[in-house]
């Protein structure tokens, strides 16, 4: 069974740094895109970054220039690096992989448990 955790939450001060981790686990034939996703209270999930397995990146408007994405398709792990963290970052962020289990099965998304980021002084 396919399995996405994640790591690397944690408090920090405004204008600070986290990195994330995502590590993949399971019987995986082929990880398509992967990704971040983050949910504020009382707000919907949303899209903050995500990579395909060719290198192209995708990014929200409110981290461009701050989040960088990166993924080693080697480990099948997949990172966010967040920098000038503002408080409104401060969310539950969730890993995300469109992968398929095999070569004949149909792809698929995946989610982690989320791990929450608080930016606050």
């Known amino acids: 069974q396919v399995q996405l955790v994640e790591s690397g939450g944690g408090l920090v001060q405004p204008g600070g740094s986290l990195t994330l981790s995502c590590a993949t686990s399971?019987?995986?034939?082929?990880?398509?895109?992967m990704g971040w996703y983050r949910q504020a209270p009382g707000k919907q999930r949303e899209l903050v970054a995500t990579?395909?397995?060719?290198?192209?990146?995708n990014y929200a408007d409110s981290v461009k220039g701050r989040f960088t994405i990166s993924r080693d398709n080697a480990k099948k792990t997949v990172y966010l690096q967040m920098d000038s963290l503002r408080p409104e970052d401060t969310a539950v962020y969730y890993c995300?992989?469109?992968?398929?289990?095999?070569?004949?099965?149909?792809?698929?998304?995946?989610w982690g448990q989320g791990t929450q980021v608080t930016v606050s002084s």
């Open positions: 399971g019987s995986i034939f082929r990880l398509y895109v």
């Open positions: 995300y992989a469109d992968l398929s289990v095999d070569e004949l099965g149909a792809r698929g998304d995946y």
């Open positions: 990579k395909t397995r060719f290198g192209i990146t």
